[in-house]
């Protein structure tokens, strides 16, 4: 199929926003509360009578009931109409957010296990509802990408853009209306979803483990679900300690290192973006792309640690971004088109192995730290990578 064939065949981005708004919108809102959660740690810790600390410690457990809920419900992601999914997914985000407005340990506790189980339901089944609205494999891969694409631009504005309603309500206003506008969409998905079909309708035979045994015969899917794994916990690991890097190495202070963490959250936005812009209207094999967008991002990680200068370690977090985001739209549209109607089951686990890699990274890169310093960490960040690295040659030669 020649490019212009495939730039035919897939809509510009602004037609598939028209068309994917619904979806795109719940992404948006599916990082309020834990955004919230975040600026407001210490008038939150306050107000619940515990340390930063121990409040702050508790987003952990967000992490583990995605893991746990993303990898037992994924063979049951896509027996049931998309939009009945997703409005599960937000209903119990909006209650969430209103427990989280109660503002005690416990009310905290349950509400971070809340958010981290509701996104696990949410974002696969919002990635794989988009996907089904096209029927070309090009077409369905860009619209999760740009679903992706839109969740990592709103991790960057969320906070501006709940900064200004905080001076109004403060932080509980903010998790109440996070938790009226999630309700509310969650009654519009049940409505869109009446009628409609769930995606292997014609296959509700297959058993639990079977849908596993399905997903790993699917070509690749074990190595780009390494890969995910392993390349969020290189990334998320590197992110945790950022801040502490340009302050100990340039002396940065908070106020300046807010602009590091925009460059790094655009780079990241703009790569993912394009990236899967480029995948679906261009005749490269996203293979081949994947290969090369690892192989930078081990090359950036293993150079961002011993640069000598600020312009130069600039350039590398740009570099870390956008590598890491071509690299993630590449996983979810190689997952995307080769899983046809198990799309929903195989984004479900790939966002558990990501949930799992986001808190490995951090445990990981604080063992290099404590052992070895900046070149422990920088020599941690870049064998995870590294064995990403091997696991995409996999997917190439395959």
């Not at 981005?13 to 919230?36: G, H, N």
């Not at 839109?150 to 932080?171: D, F, H, Q, R, Y």
């Not at 903010?174 to 969409?185: C, K, R, T, Y």
């Not at 992110?239 to 990241?268: E, I, N, Q, R």
């Amino acid at each position: 199929m020649s490019t212009q064939q495939l730039t035919a065949e897939v809509p510009g981005d602004l037609r598939m926003v028209k068309r994917l708004w619904p979806f795109l919108l719940a992404s948006t809102v599916s990082l309020i509360p834990f955004t919230v959660f975040g600026m407001y740690l210490v008038p939150i810790s306050d107000a619940a009578g515990g340390s930063v600390a121990e409040i702050g410690g508790l987003r952990g457990l967000g992490g583990l009931a995605a893991l746990a809920v993303g990898v037992l419900l994924a063979p049951l992601m896509d027996r049931a109409p998309r939009e009945l999914v997703a409005a599960a997914g937000l209903a119990l985000l909006g209650v969430s957010a209103a427990l989280g407005a109660v503002g005690n340990v416990f009310a905290l506790a349950a509400f971070c296990l809340l958010i981290g189980a509701s996104t696990s339901i949410l974002a696969p089944s919002i990635g794989a509802a988009a996907a089904d609205r096209f029927r070309s494999p090009a077409a369905a891969g860009r619209a999760a990408t740009l679903v992706s694409a839109t969740t990592s631009a709103m991790a960057m504005l969320a906070a501006p853009v709940l900064a200004g309603p905080g001076l109004i309500w403060g932080w509980r206003g903010n998790l109440l209306a996070a938790s009226v506008i999630a309700l509310g969409l969650s009654a519009a998905f049940c409505i869109r979803g009446r009628g409609r079909t769930a995606p292997i309708t014609g296959r509700q035979h297959v058993s639990y483990l079977a849908t596993y045994r399905e997903l790993a015969r699917i070509p690749g899917a074990v190595p780009l679900l390494a890969i995910a794994m392993l390349r969020t916990a290189a990334f998320m690991g590197y992110l945790a300690y950022l801040a502490a890097f340009y302050d100990d190495k340039f002396d940065l202070a908070p106020g300046w290192f807010a602009l590091v963490w925009s460059l790094s959250g655009a780079s990241f936005f703009l790569g993912n973006l394009l990236s899967g812009r480029y995948l679906a209207t261009t005749r490269a094999r996203t293979e081949r792309f994947l290969l090369i967008g690892i192989t930078v991002a081990l090359i950036a990680v293993a150079a961002f640690y011993f640069s000598p200068t600020l312009p130069l370690t600039l350039v590398l977090t740009a570099v870390m971004g956008a590598s890491h985001a071509s690299v993630a739209a590449c996983v979810t549209t190689l997952l995307v088109r080769r899983s046809g109607d198990l799309r929903g089951s195989a984004l479900s686990v790939n966002t558990a192995g990501m949930s799992l890699g986001t808190f490995l990274g951090a445990a990981i890169g604080g063992v290099g730290l404590a052992l070895g310093g900046y070149p422990g960490t920088a020599i941690t960040f870049a064998g995870l990578t590294l064995v990403a690295t091997a696991c995409a040659l996999r997917i190439q030669c395959d």
